[in-house]
């Protein structure tokens, strides 16, 4: 059975909604005046503004604006991940892995994507990357490394233990965590663990 990835969305919109951010088009999207503030996304994405490009992906995702000039969700998830923005990258992943905002089921792009934002230190993508290993969506297999994520995932959750999306990944629902290492020897999980004990963000 399918897992379903783990999203950035919801905690993206959050940004969109509490006034903090500074992207051209907040205002009109808290006002309500939607569509402009997707125009004024569209500008700014068009201009290389990876924060821009993302949260006219996120209006796109929940369907709160549609129309041609605006592409996919998908193709602005990308185009945030190429100007450095990890969300971005995990949100292409996402897209990938479930087939959905304008592209087709893809493992290893959605892998791809996920590792950029999982080797800057991005806890949704580190989790949904081991998942990927765990479902055995990737080839060649490599439980070893799917378990290192995941353990780098639960690492990353430890630090934000109140947060809702945190406590899930400690939680680990699907046993991801364990059916990986459950599928390792003892030198296996070792070596793993090392790993992730040694492991930085690049």
Known sequence: MKTKAITSIFISLLIILSGCSQTPGDAAVRGGHTQAGADLYLQGAELGHADAALKLGLLLDEGRVSSPQYKT?????????????????HNTGVAYEEGKDGVAIDYMQA????????????????????????????????????????????????ACSKDPLCQWVLRDPPGHRMKLKGRLSASQVKQA???AASWKAK
């Open 193 to 195: 663990e090392a790993l």
């Open 73 to 89: 969700a998908a193709h602005w998830f990308k185009r945030a991940c190429e100007l450095g923005s990890v969300e971005g990258c």
């Open 111 to 158: 892998s791809s994507y996920y590792r950029r934002a999982a080797e800057k230190g991005y806890m949704s993508s580190q989790y949904n990357l081991g998942s990927m290993y765990s479902n055995n969506y990737l080839t060649p297999p490599d439980d070893g490394e799917g378990y290192m994520w995941m353990l780098l995932a639960e690492r990353a959750a430890r």
